[in-house]
């Protein structure tokens, strides 16, 4: 104990603990310190929540409390609040759960897992001072812990469901509502007895009469990861405590553009404690993209692990490791650095003038397309007659758009530890979507072979594309490296904003040529992505974004011209929605300004021009992702259906136009918007998956796989595809993803694939192994035949009546007649990449005298193909709406002349928190795709897509005025109001 | 939580966290709606009266509530003994004195709060609190106070004052908006300019006021 040290006695759980801490210590600290990882850091500045715990039953940030302040009073955590004894009994099912846990894990409000026992134990907080809370008070009560992937709709669901349970009631089981939608059906009936309004409904699921009901896919199973993440088991990176391991600290760049003149560690070496500081001088200089992508990565290597070159606020200087988190904040500070500040350029258009500052002079980066004007990549793509196309059209119309940079936010930071293990290989225990891209990108970087590497992801905290980057893992394999021991580096908040990934933003102008008969001919697009300092992912963002963005209308003529460009701010990269949302924003809205300016019904203007069942998409062997792709047809399309439901279920026809609707008090205006979208299933011809499924005594399987659940429920739905195939419960198979030694390749969890991909190659592998089964048990029965045997209800039948359990197979296989291990694996590429489709309807209030908008409510129809697990799609639907929302609305990274971000911090950002979410509303419209696993198609991006043109469609519908540029923040909406001087509808093109 | 009513006045320890105010019956509405939206449940247990008087940028439109109802403060004199002294002398630091209590008037006021925001719960750009006393349809003293439109929150004390002395009516409202307007001095942000800032101070003056032509506290 040194003299900072004391010991504090307090009650955890109920038991009476006795701790040493620091006077400094949060009781945040102390109680990770003691191993009750259930309590998670998230920002440390009382913005998240995530840390929450109960104080004398009260729920406090133990972030924003010191562990001294505790002293003497009673903590409850979330590991007190199972019996965890009669958890871990033999098939538990959901025994011995407090019923706050049972609900969330019933309706679906666990996706990471990471703000869960925060919002538990607020949550019985709640329910033990309010057992019978309204919608209302549960919404407040909440507002204190930040979800990034639900968008609160399933959390409030849980706690309703949970006071009813302690209440005594018997709710009625938590699952979709399901309907047969027939081109006759009527819709005002059917939607008529769907309501979402209050937060009791389940997802809509609306199936095509022909459709076949399956036995497990299409149920709503309970994440096969939930139980852990309820119970708030250690299952993240950081919730382990390695013996002697070290803490890292990234010390990072006050300026927007400087040379690093002088750097002397010497002090910070000196530290005792300190165990290694590392600086450009100290790591070898090689060349790479921090994009977590396929082999070969898309160009160009503009990186390297530490640079003499800052280009950005937060980019990487030094790295430090030493024994204790402080020491290593302390050996920072004692960093000596001299730089000569060079000008810096924050604008992609002024950067791209001549004579602007030069981001990357460096001679060592090659592959810069016009390296004094900043711009790294020159796109041009374009299909069909120009012009014999442009000469159709009657009218033509441009218009520009901007986007801004959105932070991902996952509550759970960048963290990563690495170790040597007994082998002298070196484990990344890491919070990434990427793990096999990890292990190949860093072997190069720290000198050591791929064979010597292993990477393991535990539960992932949330990730939304951020964790599709080596954003730390290098930097701690240097430490460990040096100095021989586990380190562990995790970001700070701050550094999550200035010193991860983002969302490009976009300036895009768009030229559409139309004729008098509503026909769009031609569209054009020039895009310039601001790619900022670094150029991973600059690349194959905007060519996704040109070619959704093009393809909506899939006009008989588009092109695409780009210019991705450098400039001095954080480094975008990979961010759910991947260029399609801002490039949808554009597209969309110009449809909807020309509807408007030309006097036709909106919907009608758009379902003459989107792409159809059957038709080829134009731009999708000239714009792959980062090289050329592969031809595409659109073989199921539903979006014609989801437009006729929207319509209805918004009763869009009463609300649009109509002046008694619009009208508020006090300045304030209702419109109604709406937009369609599409995205994509994977990347064609680049996106491999590989499964492997292997029978275990009792006849259950452990399924092996290399996807990534970084909280979206993949685990779940690759379960519930095997699955099917082999006749049993999903509970039957133990999932295992994901770790580079023990799983199969996986390019990971991006590009909207893992349902697609990495799905099929599930399915291929359990047919293999249905396969084998078959064998055995004919072989088992005499049988010469497998054929027409089946597999249901844990037993395989002959066609003839008789059966055998597999369980009898599995014993029979392993230890009996002919034995071997039932056991296969399955890769799956595909060439196709299926676009869902969807449309989405915004209700909002525009408040004419301050420029506040407020969205009252947000409908999106989906048509994703078959949906494998009804509750895991209609949380990716929410969870997408609050982040689209937030682009839309709310969300943006500002700078100040100097290039510092002013608002690195979670509340002044911005994030929805509970109590001021819209209603969202999720229906599904289920189409079968011929060439997915069971028809299914991706769901996690789609819902980004259309948020924001939706509402400045609302805005317009509202006010006469359309505002071009995101996020309609007040202020922005007040000027474009006071310039349009008017509500009538004004025409700027 | 240490409190007393009477007739007139609702008296609190400073160590009451804010979630004990809110939590209890005497909780007038002006104020309930002040610690709810941006100050969150886990928050309000953390925060004493006294943290926000000390800082009143953690709880801004408690402070400007506050002010806005006129409340005073007990803190340690030099002497040792209690001395009462206004809440903007405390806010605006003209007394370091530890604060011991606080003394709310919760009768026969009017309210209005009007507040623009990002978001719904976010913290307002600007947001002004207004409480009216009346008499026979008659202002007796009308009181004002703004957040984000000067660095902390404040009363303006000036252009309130034009209301007292005659009728609640829209003429003399918009006249207080619009003295209101010309008063700030904001200084601008990522959230709002200075122009923006002075503009919606003076519009939500108004609709502050508005209100307090039918809210009773
Ligand atoms: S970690 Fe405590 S509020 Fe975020
Ligand atoms: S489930 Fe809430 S942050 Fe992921």
Redesign the pocket.
């Known amino acids: 104990m040194n003299q900072n040290s004391l010991s504090i006695t307090l009650t955890i759980n109920g038991t009476e603990k006795t701790l040493t801490v620091q006077r400094s210590d949060t009781l ?1 600290d102390a109680l990770r310190r003691a191993s009750y990882f259930s309590v ?13 715990v109960l104080l004398d039953g009260e729920p406090v ?4 409390i010191r562990a001294t302040e505790a002293a003497g009073r009673a903590v409850t955590t979330v590991e007190a609040l199972a019996d965890k004894e009669q958890v871990f009994l033999p098939s538990p099912g959901l025994a011995g759960l407090h019923p706050l846990q049972r609900a969330f894990i019933e309706t679906g409000a666990i996706q990471c897992g990471y703000c869960t026992p925060a919002q538990l134990l607020t949550a019985k907080a709640l329910l033990d001072r309010q057992p019978n809370p309204s919608e209302a008070e549960i919404r407040e009560a909440l507002g ?1 812990v ?1 979800c990034r992937c639900t968008g609160y709709v399933k959390i409030v669901q849980a706690v309703q469901r949970a006071a009813a349970l302690l209440r005594g009631e018997d709710p009625a089981p938590f699952a979709p509502i399901e309907a047969t939608l027939a081109p006759d059906t009527p819709l005002a009936e059917l939607l008529g007895e769907y309501s979402r309004v209050g937060a009791d409904g389940a997802p809509l699921i609306l199936s095509p009469p022909e459709m076949e009901h399956l036995n497990v896919v299409g149920q709503g199973e309970p994440k096969v990861d939930g139980v852990k993440l309820a119970l708030g088991q250690p299952a993240f990176t950081d919730d382990i405590q390695m013996e002697g391991m070290l803490y890292g600290a990234l010390l990072t760049s006050p300026h927007a553009h400087a040379r690093i003149k002088q750097i002397d560690a010497s002090q910070a070496r000196a530290l005792p404690g300190v165990h290694a500081v590392l600086t450009h001088r100290d790591i070898p200089r090689v060349k790479y993209a921090s994009g977590g992508q396929s082999y070969p990565q898309p160009p160009p290597f503009d990186q390297v692990c530490l640079d003499d070159t800052v280009r950005h606020v937060g980019d990487r200087v030094a790295v430090v490791a030493a024994e204790t988190p402080a020491l290593a904040q302390q050996a920072l500070r004692l960093i000596e650095v001299e730089y000569e500040v060079l000008p810096h350029v924050l604008d992609p258009q002024a950067a791209m003038q001549d004579g602007a500052p030069i981001v990357h002079d460096e001679p060592d980066t090659e592959g810069i397309y016009d390296r004094q004007r900043n711009i790294v990549h020159h796109i041009e793509a374009e299909g069909g007659d120009r012009e014999a196309q442009w000469a159709k059209a009657d009218y033509t119309f441009e218009q520009e758009y901007r986007t801004s940079q959105q932070q991902q936010a996952h ?1 759970e930071p960048h963290v990563c530890i690495t170790y040597w293990d007994e082998d002298g290989r070196l484990v990344v225990r890491t919070s990434t979507q990427v793990p096999f891209h990890i292990r190949r990108m860093l072997a190069p970087l720290i000198g050591l072979p791929v064979k010597q590497i292993r990477v393991v992801k535990p539960r992932i905290g949330g990730g939304f594309g951020n964790k599709q980057e080596m954003i730390l893992e290098d930097l701690c394999a240097h430490l460990t490296i040096a100095t021989g021991r586990p380190v562990r580096m995790e970001y700070t ?1 701050a550094q999550e904003f200035t010193s991860s990934r983002s969302r490009h933003p976009q300036i895009m102008r768009y030229k559409i040529g139309v004729t008098a008969e509503m026909e769009v001919v031609a569209t054009e697009l020039y895009l310039i992505g601001d790619t900022c300092a670094y150029g991973t992912h600059g690349l194959t963002v905007q060519m996704v974004g040109g070619q959704k963005g093009l393809t909506l209308y899939n006009a008989p003529y588009s092109k695409f011209v780009c210019d991705v460009v450098y400039t001095n701010k954080p480094t975008p990269g990979a961010f759910r929605g991947y260029g399609s949302m801002q490039c949808h924003f554009g597209i969309e809205m110009l449809m909807s300004e020309i509807a408007d300016r030309m006097g036709w019904d909106v919907i009608e203007f758009k379902r003459r021009n989107w792409i159809k069942q059957g038709e080829e998409l134009l731009l999708a062997k000239a714009l792959g992702e980062g090289r050329e792709g592969f031809q595409q047809i659109i073989r199921s399309n539903g979006l014609e259906d989801c437009v006729r439901v929207g319509l209805e279920a918004t009763d869009w026809y009463h609300k649009r136009g109509n002046e008694t609707w619009r009208q508020g008090e006090n300045g304030m205006r209702r419109g109604i918007g709406m937009s369609v979208m599409l995205h994509g299933s994977g990347i064609a011809g680049l996106d491999m998956a590989a499964a492997t499924i292997k029978m275990n005594d009792d006849g259950s399987f452990n399924l092996l796989v290399g996807a990534t659940d970084l909280g979206t429920g993949s685990d779940t739905i690759l379960a519930q595809i095997a699955a099917e195939v082999l006749g049993i419960p999903a509970t039957d198979l133990v999932v295992y993803s994901s770790d580079t030694d023990f799983t199969p390749f996986d390019k990971g969890a991006y590009a909207s694939s893992t349902t697609y991909i990495s799905g099929e190659a599930v399915r291929k592998a359990a047919l293999k192994v249905a396969a084998q089964i078959k064998d055995h048990a004919a072989t088992m029965l005499g049988s010469d035949t497998s054929e027409d045997m089946t597999l249901r209800d844990r037993q395989v039948f002959t066609p003839d009546g008789s059966s055998l359990t597999l369980e009898q197979v599995a014993l029979s296989s392993l230890h009996q007649q002919d034995q071997h291990q039932i056991i296969a694996s399955a890769s799956h590429i595909s060439y196709e990449c299926p676009p869902p489709f969807g449309a989405q309807f915004v209700e909002l209030a525009v408040d004419t005298e301050t420029g506040q908008v407020t969205v009252e409510r947000v409908l999106m129809v989906a048509d994703a193909g078959r949906v494998i697990n009804p509750i895991t799609a209609s949380g990716q639907v929410e969870g997408g709406l609050q982040q689209a929302i937030g682009f839309a609305h709310c969300e943006e990274m500002v700078y100040d002349e100097s290039g510092r971000l002013v608002n690195p911090r ?1 509340g002044p950002y911005r994030v929805y928190r509970c109590h001021e979410m819209p209603h969202l509303e999720a229906i599904f419209v289920q189409t079968e795709e011929p060439t997915g696993p069971f028809g299914a198609k991706s769901i996690s991006e789609l819902p980004l897509d259309g948020i924001a043109p939706a509402m400045a469609d609302a805005i317009h519908d509202a006010t006469g005025v359309w505002i071009r540029e995101v996020p309609f923040t007040p202020e922005r909406v007040w000027r474009a109001l006071r310039s349009a001087d008017t509500y009538s509808g004004v025409w700027q093109i | 939580m240490n409190d007393k009513q009477t007739a007139e006045t609702w008296s609190i320890d400073t160590d009451t966290p804010l979630q004990a105010v809110l939590d209890s019956p005497d909780c007038p509405p002006l104020l309930h709606h002040s610690l709810i939206g941006p100050l969150s449940w ?1 928050a309000r247990n953390e925060t004493s009266l006294r943290t926000t008087l000390k800082s009143p940028r953690v709880a801004p439109q408690w402070i400007a509530a506050l002010l806005a109802l006129g409340a005073a403060v007990t803190i340690e004199g030099e002497d040792g003994q209690p001395v009462q002294v206004t809440l903007e002398e405390v806010v605006q630091r003209r007394t370091r004195s530890q604060a011991m209590a606080l003394h709310i008037p919760t009768k026969g006021l009017r309210w209005g709060e009007a507040r623009v925001v990002r978001t719904p719960a976010d913290e307002p750009i600007v947001a002004a609190t207004a409480v009216v006393e009346m008499k026979n349809d008659i202002v007796q003293q009308a009181r004002v106070a703004l957040t984000g439109a000067g660095s902390e929150p404040a009363r303006l004390a000036e252009p309130a004052a034009l209301l007292a002395g005659g009728p609640l009516n829209a003429d003399r409202i918009q006249a207080v908006a619009a003295a209101v307007e010309a008063a700030v001095e904001p200084t601008g942000d990522f959230m709002g300019s200075a122009e923006y800032r002075r503009a919606m101070a003076g519009v939500l003056t108004r609709r502050a006021l508005e209100q307090c032509q039918s809210q009773e506290i």
């Open positions: 945040l998670k850091f998230g920002c440390g500045t009382g913005d998240c929540g995530a840390c929450t940030r133990s972030c924003q204190g930040l509550i908040r979670l | 886990q």
